[in-house]
């Protein structure tokens, strides 16, 4: 799927957020690049600053949080230098977002059809009301809700329907990046399959790139092509996704994907805890933020942070076991092909 | 109009009788047990018992306490209202009918003034959290809502109209107009446009001016208050965030977007604030002398003029249920989610 044309290169991308007990640091040094067309899934505990992650790809942090530092270059521009007024163009035409509870995304005040036209109408003014009309009711047929629902409210609505209605917002202006944050995770189980279904639908017939940021593991694999997984506001791993599944290279990955519930799990087998609990960022720990928790810890873990490397073409991951060091005194793991 | 819409008002309507009965009912017996009465208030202490008995039976009131207790409730479900006790005897509706046109010709524009400075305020403090001009709004707000009425009336007509003398001190017309002016409803603006009047029209305006921003601007810190404490919740809330995905500009999701959803608590204050209006615009009619029924009830509270002041009450009454119903049947036109 992925044609390594790179859409959007995330490079040292800092997020901080100032709170009573200190400056939390949500997102650290993160780099990445979303390739054009993919759909990348990114997983983490609750917490781990991928949500902020998210945001901060289209500068919507709010006070009291602050990137703090990075660069995020879209087609080749780098976004960070935008003034607000090109980013209020950005946002919505290059990049939209779809949030976690589609009951509460949508002015509850406005119809269907007044929020399409409003996105278009925002960044065409020259479009008239009843050219808008027309495009939102063709693509809302497309996205499979009838279109004499474009008059109704948003409470009128199901879940299912309202989310199908943020992605037709998302999908309006042709943005070439969606950003999914949590986007089917308040939805039931079959409404939430059916529209992560669609979303490889779409992202086909659109050409879209899609960022999905779920804890839903099965989801993301169901899902996506890449997956990147974040601890503490690292990125921890980044690889494609059967690889990542077949092969966990990050001892929290591993710990992660052994504890999704699996029904084909042996009788007797428990299924696997992880030990102890996702550090206060306030005072993240020294070294590898993981390190506290890793049941594979080194005297080195401790002390200094290791970087995101390639292991393998495609295959980043930032861990001790798999990069030297002089102060490392253990042997690094080779990664099988 | 919807079959449940007009169930629901009927309903609406039903509710407010039991609640402007109980009312002047409480009014009617206060009066009565308040000291002194309309008879010794006209004729003074001095004059003899047979002169006091004999007005006392031509106004009715020698007869038992729940026979005039009746005689006014049927007065007022004929909105008859009967004849005032004192000050010529003349009909409550007549009187009524002068006094009122200069209430509500200071309290549209007076509650339009709140809401506006209030609701605007509010919205631009609550955009500007934290910042020094949300503290500067915040302590104005405060400010305005806590000097009396008629202090502030006091300054304005000292500040603009004897240092800077812009508007008149007090009244509703220039005397010397007034000799001219013919008013058949008793609403000056009303008929100085229907004659053409524009003189009159001017200083009928100007005269308004004083009195309604000093009853607005008392009324509006609390909707200041409140109209930026429920747009700091709705400026979180998840649609205005989608909003700002989508690119929608910061000032249109604050004055459309989120104010439209805070339409319904300031709607709901809007019609609470009412009754406090009536109450305000008896201080500002006193400040500013105009014949307002505001004014008109104080005086004839200290003439104990039982009819006169039961009725002004009930009236009072039915305008706050007025509006209250009015506000009611608004809340389904602010927020489609409200369906009666």
Redesign the interface.
């Known amino acids: 799927m992925t044609d390594n044309k790179v859409l959007m290169q995330v490079r040292d991308l800092s997020v901080e957020y100032k709170t009573r007990l200190g400056m939390v640091s949500a997102v650290d040094h993160v780099s990445f690049d979303i390739y054009e067309g993919e759909i990348l899934g990114l997983v983490g505990e609750s917490g781990c600053g991928k949500s902020t992650l998210g945001k901060a790809l289209?500068r919507?942090i709010q006070p009291p949080g602050r990137i703090i530092g990075g660069e995020l270059i879209f087609n080749g521009k780098d976004i960070m230098t935008y003034d607000e007024k090109q980013?209020?163009?950005?946002?919505?035409?290059k990049a939209?977002?779809i949030?976690?509870?589609p009951m509460?995304?949508?002015?509850?005040?406005?119809?269907v059809d007044e929020h399409l036209i409003?996105?278009i109408q925002?960044?065409f003014p020259e479009i008239s009301k009843e050219e808008a009309l027309q495009r939102a009711s063709e693509l809302i047929e497309r996205l499979g809700i009838q279109s004499n629902r474009m008059s109704s409210?948003p409470?009128q609505l199901s879940g299912g329907m309202r989310q199908r209605v943020?992605v037709a917002?998302g999908l309006i202006l042709n943005a070439n990046l969606i950003i999914a944050d949590e986007a089917t995770t308040s939805l039931d189980v079959i409404v939430e399959a059916k529209l992560a279904d669609e979303f490889r639908d779409i992202r086909r017939e659109f050409g879209v790139t899609m960022l999905v940021i779920t804890h839903n593991i099965a989801l993301v694999a169901e899902l996506s092509d890449r997956l990147a997984v974040m601890y503490a506001g690292h990125m921890v791993e980044m690889g494609d996704v059967y690889k990542v599944f077949d092969d966990p290279l990050h001892p929290y990955t591993q710990g992660l994907l052994n504890s999704v519930p699996n029904i084909q799990l042996d009788e007797g087998k428990e299924l696997y805890k992880m030990p102890g609990e996702p550090p206060n960022l306030t005072h993240p720990p020294s070294g590898c933020r993981f390190h506290p928790r890793c049941p594979m810890a080194m005297a080195i873990c401790s002390r200094i942070e290791p970087d995101l490397i390639e292991v393998q073409p495609g295959r980043h991951v930032k861990c001790w076991l798999y990069q030297d060091h002089p102060e490392k005194s253990e042997p690094t793991l080779e990664v099988s092909k | 109009m919807s079959n449940s819409l007009r169930r629901y008002l009927i309903t609406r309507v039903l509710m407010t009788i039991p609640m402007v009965l109980i009312l002047v009912t409480v009014i009617f017996f206060i009066m009565r047990v308040l000291p002194g009465d309309p008879i010794r208030s006209q004729l003074g202490p001095r004059v003899s018992e047979e002169q006091a008995d004999a007005l006392r039976e031509r106004l009715g009131l020698n007869r038992p306490l729940i026979v005039q207790y009746f005689d006014f409730i049927g007065d007022m479900v004929t909105f008859n209202f009967g004849t005032a006790l004192t000050q010529g005897e003349r009909p409550i509706k007549d009187e009524l009918g002068e006094r009122l046109p200069a209430t509500i010709e200071l309290t549209i524009p007076a509650i339009t003034i709140t809401a506006i400075i209030g609701i605007f305020s509010g919205a631009y403090a609550a955009k500007n959290r934290k910042k020094p001009i949300d503290y500067i709004i915040r302590l104005l707000s405060i400010i305005l809502s806590s000097i009396p009425i008629f202090f502030m009336g006091l300054l304005f007509q000292i500040a603009f109209s004897v240092r800077i003398p812009i508007f008149p001190l007090s009244g509703r017309m220039d005397t010397l107009l007034m000799t001219t002016f013919e008013s058949p409803t008793n609403f000056y603006v009303l008929d100085a446009i229907l004659t053409q009047n524009w003189p009159a029209l001017g200083s009928a305006l100007g005269h308004l001016i004083m009195p309604s921003v000093t009853l607005g601007l008392a009324l509006s810190g609390v909707f200041v208050r409140l109209t930026r404490v429920n747009m700091i919740e709705m400026l979180q809330?998840?649609?205005i965030?989608?909003?700002?995905?989508?690119?929608?500009?910061e000032n249109?999701l604050v004055y459309k977007?989120a104010l439209?959803?805070t339409f319904i608590p300031i709607l709901t204050m809007l019609g609470l604030q009412f009754a406090i209006l009536l109450a305000g615009a008896v201080l500002t009619e006193t400040t500013f002398s105009l014949p307002g029924v505001g004014r008109y009830l104080v005086e004839r509270i200290q003439l104990r003029d039982y009819t006169a002041v039961q009725s002004t009450i009930a009236v009072f009454a039915m305008f706050v249920a007025g509006i209250s119903l009015i506000m009611d049947i608004l809340y389904a036109f602010?927020?489609?989610?409200i369906r009666y």
């Open positions: 289209m919507m980013m209020q163009d950005f946002r919505g035409r939209s977002m949030f976690q509870d509460t995304s949508l002015n509850p005040v406005q119809r409003e996105a925002v960044h409210y409470h943020m917002l | 809330a998840d649609f965030t989608a909003g700002r995905a989508r690119g929608i500009a249109r977007h439209r959803n602010v927020d489609p989610r």
